[in-house]
């Protein structure tokens, strides 16, 4: 069993920044990948980006990869998502999630275990 937790999410105007954190609990030694999707209002639940933890690889949707960056902590078993250059489409409440197998780390249907989300709001 893994448990993940995320905060960070709040209130900011586009063009602004926000940092969003994720700690991992549990059974943290059998992660393979972490990663963050998003789900704005009358919309699906989107990828955003994920890491690979046994060497930190890192995949990102298009309209975040110039913007966005994850990075970890492996000694704290925590993910972070570095979000700057933020625009009012960026607004959604945003999930964390852990998967312990391998496959397609772009993939919604990899990831078992899932944060409670935190909500990012971006004004214009």
């Known amino acids: 069993q893994v448990q993940v937790v995320e905060s960070g999410g709040g209130l900011v105007q586009a063009g602004g920044s926000l940092r969003l954190s994720c700690a991992a609990s549990g059974r943290t030694f059998t992660i393979y990948a972490m990663g963050w999707f998003r789900q704005a209002p009358g919309k699906e639940r989107e990828f955003v980006a994920s890491i690979k933890w046994s060497d930190g690889s890192t995949v990102y949707t298009a309209s975040v990869k110039d913007r966005f960056t994850l990075s970890r902590d492996n000694a704290k078993n925590t993910v972070y998502l570095q979000m700057n250059s933020l625009k009012p489409d960026d607004t959604a409440v945003y999930y964390c999630?852990?998967?312990?197998?391998?496959?397609?780390?772009?993939?919604?249907?990899?990831?078992?275990?899932w944060g409670q989300g935190t909500q990012v709001t971006v004004s214009s």
């Open positions: 999630a852990a998967t312990r197998g391998r496959g397609v780390l772009t993939a919604l249907s990899l990831f078992d275990y």
